[in-house]
């Protein structure tokens, strides 16, 4: 059972350039959230969707763009990479009131 | 605006030197506090809820109690491998017509146990 599984594991691009960051779940849960962990700033959410083609804006949405076209699988997108958005960004996932599961991140650097 | 403070930043303890994290929160309509747990390079792992004032919830060396404005994690007889950063989240209600249950993190206090 993997849980929440987050590709790739590292980037380095270089500014103006884009990506996407790709979290499946296996856990069937209906929600999943994006958040970034910057050094003294702790976890902020940048956007999260409630179910299968629903997304929705977190406190730094940002620069960011985001998919949910199936149920297990939330794509954060960045369009034109900037070195602000240098960071570890985390998925999760969870049933509404339920505890939220978190993989183990992407470091991303922007050069 | 939720606000979700953790002290103290860091803490250092010699094995076995017991000792409290502080989170200390202001929501409007608490759902539930949530304790986490992160090691370098990892992601947070889950280790309480407490969802009202007065509850207690125990795994191994590690307790954690709520009041109505800040919860404790009362670290027993610490060992090294309890070293980890150690994060305090609030959930409130769904603000939203469709519905969502964010939680708002503190900073995290990161402890370190020595031998």
């Known amino acids: 059972n993997a849980g929440v599984t987050q590709t790739p594991k590292f980037r380095v691009l270089k500014t103006g350039q884009s990506m996407t960051l790709l979290c499946a779940q296996d856990m069937n849960h209906e929600y999943m959230y994006w958040y970034r962990q910057d050094p003294g700033m702790g976890l902020r959410l940048i956007h999260y969707s409630v179910g299968e083609g629903t997304t929705a804006k977190g406190e730094v949405p940002d620069g960011y763009n985001v998919s949910r076209l199936k149920k297990q699988n939330f794509l954060l997108g960045l369009e034109s990479a900037a070195p602000s958005q240098t960071s570890v960004y985390f998925c999760a996932s969870n049933d509404g009131y339920q505890p939220q599961h978190f993989g183990d991140g992407t470091r991303l650097s922007i050069l | 605006e939720d606000q979700v403070t953790q002290s103290p930043e860091a803490l250092r303890l010699q094995e076995g030197e017991s000792s409290s994290l502080n989170c200390s929160y202001t929501?409007?309509?608490?759902?539930?506090l949530f304790w986490y747990r992160q090691d370098p390079g990892k992601g947070p792992e889950f280790l309480f809820t407490?969802?009202?004032a007065g509850e207690e919830k125990e795994k191994e060396r590690l307790k954690a109690t709520l009041t109505k404005k800040e919860s404790f994690l009362h670290i027993t007889a610490p060992k090294p491998e309890d070293s980890a950063t150690y994060l305090c989240a609030v959930q409130a209600p769904p603000r939203s017509g469709a519905g969502s249950y964010q939680l708002t993190f503190g900073k995290g206090t990161k402890l370190s146990v020595i031998p």
């Open positions: 407490l969802y009202s």
């Open positions: 929501v409007s309509g608490l759902r539930g």
